[in-house]
């Protein structure tokens, strides 16, 4: 099982002023997380709470269809192309990134088992999107549309380019080259996709683009592309065996939750730095940026009041940005805390050869780059406690699908704990319906035409 080491958040380590007296706060808010833990089990079947990803472990169906197509397709594709954006794209690049072999899209069939290389195209670039359909052979591609709301611009354009150009080169075959993932019944993508004929996914009602990686908007992309999705299944349940705990000493996601939650309230540390050792794991720290911003950035809190709400996440990697954002989080405002994850066994070992004598690198001859990326991660952590900054070390025995999806369901967990800390609506994001209609008037969808006369107006101020 993963584990968290929360001691370098302790005031006994980094002194009164940065650091919580853990045992006393986890014994002040015992009673309060027990009811939030009860509370939110209590609600996970409720329709309209936004909790169904909590059973998505449990739940065989998806895993059902998604494996039957895989291996209708099996050998048909080299290259899977999703489309996609915020929840819709990261959980899915995060999962792959972890999971597949590093490099993936560049080595052989062969080297791939047979499996079809993975592209993410979670943003609208235009230069982007142009080299990378001047390399794909789209014959050979299969393109999965990801939308749950079925109308998200930047998607939905997507997706009209590749259909165009996949008509072009195909003729009506090209359908048998697009998938859709998207609501059950509304959404113009599935209007389309029903005049259209696609085969046809779903994101189930009550799971949210940031929560729906363990549906087959994350589920598909990983059983193409060869991905064990039983043992991410096993993971998550087996995670959420413990995290139905009510005793905050026993549950990790709890005490990372309501850790975070007084970091922020009580000492001002509203900063929160998810800082994997891996590189591997760096599109997780990504989701979890998305998972943790849209989820408690709030203008409003349940009971009305209006108190902005929420840390913001910051994505660093290890050893990475120990050469960029250290200097900051070292001796920079103590706003932060820094959250590491550490991987117990990497798949493999690499040795640096004795090759050199100098006395600046001579030492690394004869040790691993295991070695040294461990012992920058315990330095790290030593120096940020000198420093007196807040640390905390999720610790993820090994990179495979089984650990990954108690990784993920333990953040999303934790998010929603730490939701129900600052009393927010975690499972809704109004701002970015703001901004989505805001996108809409200006490109002229009907409707939106009043929003965009006074938009233009109010871009001349701004
Ligand atoms: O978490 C969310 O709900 C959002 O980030 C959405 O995933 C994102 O806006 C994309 O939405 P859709 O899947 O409807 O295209």
Do not use: C
């Not at 819709?88 to 899209?105: D, F, I, Q």
């Not at 997507?158 to 959404?187: A, F, P």
């Amino acid at each position: 099982m993963i584990e968290l080491d929360v001691k370098s958040a302790d005031s006994t380590v980094i002194g009164e002023e940065n650091g919580l007296n853990l045992a006393e706060e986890f014994e002040n808010y015992k009673e309060k997380i027990a009811q939030i833990i009860t509370d939110l089990y209590a609600k996970k079947d409720i329709q309209g709470e936004g909790l169904q990803w909590m059973n998505l472990g449990y739940s065989q169906e998806t895993s059902w269809y998604v494996k039957e197509y895989a291996s209708l397709v099996e050998n048909r594709f080299d290259n899977i192309l999703v489309l996609g954006i915020g929840g819709s794209a990261l959980g899915g690049l995060a999962v792959t990134h972890a999971l597949l072999k590093p490099y993936w899209n560049l080595l052989s069939k062969e080297e791939r088992n047979g499996f079809p290389r993975i592209f993410f195209l979670d943003n609208i670039d235009p230069d982007q999107m142009n080299s990378l359909l001047d390399i794909l052979d789209l014959s050979k591609t299969l393109v999965n549309v990801i939308t749950k709301s079925g109308d998200t611009a930047e998607t939905m354009a997507q997706y009209m380019v590749l259909k165009d150009k996949l008509e072009q080169q195909l003729g009506d075959d090209y359908r048998k080259n697009i998938i859709v993932t998207t609501d059950r019944k509304t959404g113009i993508l599935r209007q389309i996709s029903e005049q259209e004929g696609y085969k046809a996914f779903v994101v189930p009602d009550d799971v949210g683009g940031r929560f729906s990686v363990f549906t087959a908007v994350g589920l598909l992309p990983f059983v193409l592309t060869g991905i064990d999705i039983d043992q991410i299944t096993l993971g998550i349940r087996e995670m959420d065996a413990t995290l139905k705990n009510t005793n905050i000493f026993e549950n990790i996601a709890a005490q990372n939750a309501l850790i975070h939650y007084l970091m922020d309230t009580k000492l001002g540390k509203n900063i929160t730095v998810m800082m994997p050792y891996s590189d591997r794991l760096k599109y997780i720290a990504d989701w979890f940026v998305q998972l943790w911003a849209e989820s408690l950035g709030k203008s409003r809190r349940l009971d009305g009041s209006k108190t902005p709400t929420g840390s913001t996440p910051v994505k660093a990697v290890g050893a990475t940005d120990q050469h960029a954002q250290m200097q900051l989080f070292n001796e920079g405002p103590n706003n932060k805390i820094i959250n590491f994850i550490r991987v117990g066994e990497f798949d493999t070992q690499l040795e640096i050869p004795q090759i050199f004598q100098y006395t600046g690198i001579g030492y690394l001859g004869g040790k691993t780059i295991n070695d040294l990326i461990n012992a920058e991660a315990d330095s790290t952590k030593v120096s940020l406690t000198d420093y007196s900054k807040p640390v905390v070390t999720i610790k993820i025995p090994k990179i495979d699908g089984y650990h990954i999806g108690q990784l993920l369901y333990m953040l999303e967990i934790q998010t929603a704990i730490a939701g129900m800390l600052y009393n927010v609506n975690a499972f809704n994001q109004p701002s970015v319906s703001q901004a989505r209609n805001y996108t809409y008037a200006l490109m002229g969808r009907i409707g939106y035409e009043e929003s965009a006369n006074a938009l233009r107006e109010k871009m001349l101020t701004v």
